[in-house]
């Protein structure tokens, strides 16, 4: 009994008071493996486009490249006013010193996400293949810019379905339309005599 009473003793000592704090592990912490991930992809949230990831940047268009430059300008822009406006706030709430800092992030992650795309906008313009290819033809030029705008696997199953079609069509073509048969005349081996002719006599000849 007297060690029956030590256990329990111990035991309510051991669960009494609050537990003890967690070191934080960060936002890179994988929860399923218990292991820390790396750095997380630069993507910027946008209204019309959603998240837009930086390592998307290589498969979009100049249009498309276009309209989320435009529309990152203005998510900037926006940003630089709140920020202007917290900062002149001289006694700032926890709450507003948050949403600076929010704010300021996004910032840079915004200047980081203009900079790749001028970035990316710059190597498409001084691409040596695709200048090489543009002086050219126009089929060539745009084979190169594809291959540089698809994913590789993307570009190839494209690639072979083109090859497939243009055999497809020369096969139907040859079919429809069979060349024609060549004739080679004839020759025989045996050279003909030569034919000569003689003129008539002459009848005072003839009378001698």
């Known amino acids: ?51 837009v990831f930086v390592a998307d940047m290589p498969f979009l268009s100049d249009g498309q490249l276009a309209n989320i ?5 203005e998510v900037l822009e926006s940003l630089e006013r709140r920020i202007v406006e917290l900062e002149e706030i001289a006694d700032q709430p926890i709450a507003d010193r948050d949403t600076l800092i929010k704010a300021c992030t996004k ?13 990316e906008q710059q ?8 200048l090489s290819a543009a002086g050219e033809s126009l089929p060539r030029t745009f084979l ?25 069509s020369k096969a139907q073509e040859e079919k429809s339309n069979p060349s024609p048969v060549k004739v080679i005349p004839f020759q025989s081996k045996s050279s003909s005599l030569p034919v000569v002719v003689s003129p008539d006599p002459d009848p005072a000849d003839q009378a001698l």
């Open 144 to 168: 190169e810019i594809a291959r540089h705008r698809l994913p590789g696997a993307t570009f190839d199953s494209l690639l072979q379905e083109a090859l497939n079609a243009c055999e497809q």
């Open 107 to 119: 910032r840079d992650v915004t200047h980081r996400f203009l900079r790749a795309i001028e970035d």
């Open 123 to 130: 190597q498409r313009r001084e691409n040596p293949a695709v």
């Open 69 to 73: 430059t435009k529309e990152a300008a």
């Open 1 to 51: 009994m007297a060690f029956d009473r030590i256990q329990r003793t111990t035991r309510r000592r051991a669960s009494a008071g609050p537990t003890p704090p967690r070191r934080p592990l960060g936002g890179n912490y994988d929860r399923a493996s218990g292991h820390r991930q790396g750095p997380r992809p630069t993507f910027l949230a946008l209204k019309d486009h959603g998240k």
